[in-house]
């Protein structure tokens, strides 16, 4: 199978029911928003952000492909029928425990800090941001268009971004900037 198509060279996407969407279409720059998102991550573990660290990125690249497929499948009919494709208020709660964990050896904020440190930690810092504009590109897309779990799951992703970036700088040394 080769990687191109040539289905996509007048502009157009499909979406996973077989609808034909310009590629500027609200609902692909949110999932495109989501695949930056994953590839900003890969970033991140590719610098090395600490074995825990990595692991947690890992499991969530899985589940930002599972929240494009989401994304991608406005008349929900892919939920059903992959699993690996499905997000529940359990993976929210998985990253509300994660940012409890890393919360525990982190002190206490009383000002806002400026991104930097470690290139992980800057990276992590930059993957916050984009999270926080996918976000933003989802809820774009009105009310009711996504199942609400999905917007949760983003919402507390950024929260857990914005810890792992404390963390992993914390742990390598290198002090936080306040403003």
Same mark, same amino acid.
């Given at each position: ?14 979406l ?12 692909v ?29 890992? =499991? @969530?690249?899985?589940? $930002? %492909? /599972?929240?494009?497929? &989401? !994304?991608? *499948?406005?008349?929900?009919?892919? #939920?059903?029928? +992959? ?31 400026l ?29 009711? =268009? @996504?199942?609400?779990? $999905? %917007? /949760?799951?983003?919402? &507390? !992703?950024? *929260?857990?971004?914005?810890v792992? #970036?404390?963390? +992993? ?11």
């Amino acid at each position: 199978m080769k990687i191109y198509t040539k289905t996509g060279d007048g502009g157009e996407t499909a979406l996973f029911d077989g609808t034909r969407v310009r590629k500027s279409d609200a609902r692909v720059d949110a999932y495109g928003e989501i695949d930056e998102l994953s590839a900003i991550l890969g970033l991140v573990r590719a610098h090395g952000a600490g074995d825990e660290i990595d692991d947690m990125l890992l =499991a @969530v690249q899985r589940d $930002l %492909l /599972a929240l494009g497929a &989401r !994304l991608a *499948d406005p008349a929900r009919r892919i #939920a059903p029928r +992959v699993t690996r494709a499905m997000l529940g208020s359990d993976d929210v709660a998985r990253l509300e425990a994660w940012i409890d964990r890393l919360e525990t050896t982190l002190p206490p904020l009383g000002r806002f800090i400026l991104a930097g440190g470690t290139p992980s930690g800057a990276t992590l810092h930059l993957a916050r941001t984009v999270c926080r504009r996918a976000e933003r590109r989802i809820v774009s897309l009105g009310p009711g =268009a @996504v199942d609400p779990v $999905l %917007l /949760a799951y983003v919402n &507390r !992703l950024s *929260d857990l971004l914005f810890v792992m #970036a404390r963390a +992993v700088n914390q742990r390598a040394g290198a002090r936080e900037q306040e403003w």
